[in-house]
């Protein structure tokens, strides 16, 4: 079923994750390639030693091929028309098109399109090149994740009898966090008003509440408590290459209610005046017009209609959680922040609530959403201000007296 069925359904009973994440097929087609032994084999049967086994032959096999296309330079007299004609009947934008002209390599399926367009073959138009990558440590330890996850599902939910899989996962997660510091967040307040009202509400928003992009991106006007100053989290909006916009539920199926600062609802009243003044204007191509440029899931993005996303394009439309990684960096470097991503802001929510020693780590993982109180304590090592120095006069002073 669509993943924008788990809203509708009661699947919060087996918290399984996976139906909420793009890569969990992916790895399941790597494990079946790379051990099938492990893939046939029944569950019941499967040792530690075999899911140790499992993850030394992902690492020894993991290599990452990815493909990128060139444009000729002979190609370029194949183009006759504007970039915006030649795109009318293809599943590529005038932008991208134009991105590979001047020289940018694009994906295969890209110069496939642009090569239909130009009305030549791809291996006229393009020159193709292969890149190998080996895993990175992150990805690694989420196949560990992944496969033990499954076992330990079979295991609760099948009766099976090998040992629990409470493994630790190779390279595991680095000790400190990236989370933006004091002056940075002073810097990136300072900015903000050289931004648009949505890019301002992202960014406050981001911040202020600690979600998920996806998590953002599924808000709307009614989970806000402007009077409580509380935000309603239970849904997330994901974009999936089957299926399209989804709306489905959070990562951890959870359902939470964030407590926000009262200035941050007061810049969301501000954006919510703008909002509507954009809707007004819009008059009746609110949510019935959809930009070209998000014609690849037309029909996804009409079944979302009727719901009022706090984050939206300029007919009503919310936007994709993928773009959200180029404004949050754009303003960033703007603002001479360098490589601010959406998740860093996350972890600087975290790690403010962690710094109050007054806030308790159940509540913490509460208000963040994570399953448990452990996960806080095994990712969030980092205290938002640093207090080495704190440390070492408090030793100076007990110690040595000075």
Same mark, same amino acid.
């Given at each position: 079923?669509?993943?924008?069925?788990?809203?509708?359904?009661?699947?919060?009973?087996?918290?399984?994750?996976?139906?909420?994440?793009?890569?969990?097929?992916?790895?399941?087609?790597?494990?079946?390639?790379?051990?099938?032994?492990?893939?046939?084999?029944?569950?019941?049967?499967?040792?530690?030693?075999?899911?140790?086994?499992?993850?030394?032959?992902?690492?020894?096999? /993991?290599?990452?091929?990815? $493909?990128? *296309?060139? &444009?000729?330079? !002979?190609?370029?007299? +194949? %183009?006759?028309?504007?970039?915006?004609?030649?795109?009318?009947?293809?599943?590529?934008?005038?932008?991208?098109?134009?991105?590979?002209?001047?020289?940018?390599?694009?994906?295969?399926?890209?110069?496939?399109?642009?090569?239909?367009?130009?009305?030549?073959?791809?291996?006229?138009?393009?020159?193709?090149?292969?890149?190998?990558?080996?895993?990175?440590?992150?990805?690694?330890?989420?196949?560990?994740?992944?496969?033990?996850?499954?076992?330990?599902?079979?295991?609760?939910?099948?009766?099976?009898?090998?040992?629990?899989?409470?493994?630790?996962?190779?390279?595991?997660?680095?000790?400190?966090?990236?989370?933006?510091?004091?002056?940075?967040?002073?810097?990136?307040?300072?900015?903000?008003?050289?931004?648009?009202?949505?890019?301002?509400?992202?960014?406050?928003?981001?911040?202020?509440? /600690?979600?998920?992009?996806? $998590?953002? *991106?599924? &808000?709307?006007? !009614?989970?806000?408590? +402007? %009077?409580?100053?509380?935000?309603?989290?239970?849904?997330?909006?994901?974009?999936?290459?089957?299926?399209?916009?989804?709306?489905?539920?959070?990562?951890?199926?959870?359902?939470?209610?964030?407590?926000?600062?009262?200035?941050?609802?007061?810049?969301?009243?501000?954006?919510?005046?703008?909002?509507?003044?954009?809707?007004?204007?819009?008059?009746?191509?609110?949510?019935?017009?959809?930009?070209?440029?998000?014609?690849?899931?037309?029909?996804?993005?009409?079944?979302?209609?009727?719901?009022?996303?706090?984050?939206?394009?300029?007919?009503?439309?919310?936007?994709?959680?993928?773009?959200?990684?180029?404004?949050?960096?754009?303003?960033?470097?703007?603002?001479?922040?360098?490589?601010?991503?959406?998740?860093?802001?996350?972890?600087?929510?975290?790690?403010?609530?962690?710094?109050?020693?007054?806030?308790?780590?159940?509540?913490? *993982?509460?208000?963040?959403?994570?399953?448990?109180?452990?996960?806080?304590?095994?990712?969030?090592?980092?205290?938002?201000?640093?207090?080495?120095?704190?440390?070492?006069?408090?030793?100076?002073?007990?110690?040595?007296?000075?």
């Amino acid at each position: 079923m669509a993943p924008s069925a788990r809203l509708r359904g009661n699947f919060d009973s087996r918290k399984n994750k996976a139906n909420t994440t793009r890569n969990k097929e992916n790895y399941l087609k790597r494990i079946v390639s790379v051990a099938p032994w492990f893939a046939e084999k029944p569950v019941s049967q499967i040792t530690k030693v075999d899911y140790k086994k499992l993850i030394d032959e992902i690492e020894e096999d /993991g290599t990452k091929v990815q $493909e990128k *296309a060139f &444009l000729r330079p !002979e190609a370029k007299a +194949f %183009k006759r028309k504007s970039f915006n004609k030649l795109t009318v009947d293809c599943d590529v934008t005038a932008y991208t098109m134009a991105e590979a002209f001047r020289g940018k390599n694009v994906t295969r399926h890209s110069a496939e399109e642009i090569s239909k367009a130009l009305g030549v073959g791809v291996d006229q138009a393009f020159r193709f090149e292969s890149t190998e990558t080996a895993l990175a440590g992150k990805t690694l330890r989420e196949y560990a994740l992944f496969a033990r996850q499954v076992l330990q599902f079979a295991s609760d939910h099948y009766g099976t009898v090998q040992p629990a899989f409470a493994l630790p996962e190779k390279r595991s997660r680095p000790r400190f966090v990236d989370c933006l510091h004091e002056d940075e967040v002073k810097t990136l307040l300072n900015y903000l008003p050289n931004c648009n009202m949505t890019e301002q509400a992202i960014v406050l928003a981001l911040l202020n509440t /600690g979600m998920r992009r996806g $998590e953002l *991106a599924g &808000l709307t006007w !009614e989970d806000l408590d +402007f %009077k409580q100053c509380t935000v309603h989290v239970y849904k997330s909006l994901l974009v999936f290459d089957t299926y399209g916009y989804q709306l489905t539920t959070t990562k951890e199926s959870n359902d939470r209610y964030i407590d926000v600062a009262p200035e941050f609802m007061e810049a969301m009243k501000k954006y919510y005046d703008f909002w509507k003044c954009q809707r007004k204007l819009m008059g009746a191509s609110w949510q019935t017009s959809i930009e070209k440029k998000r014609c690849k899931y037309p029909d996804s993005l009409r079944a979302l209609a009727g719901n009022n996303f706090v984050i939206s394009d300029d007919h009503g439309w919310p936007l994709s959680p993928d773009s959200y990684a180029s404004i949050v960096k754009r303003i960033g470097d703007k603002a001479g922040i360098r490589h601010l991503h959406p998740h860093m802001f996350r972890h600087t929510f975290v790690s403010i609530l962690m710094s109050n020693p007054d806030i308790g780590v159940a509540t913490v *993982a509460a208000e963040a959403g994570h399953a448990q109180p452990s996960t806080t304590l095994m990712i969030y090592t980092q205290q938002y201000k640093k207090r080495q120095e704190s440390i070492r006069n408090q030793l100076s002073r007990e110690l040595y007296g000075t």
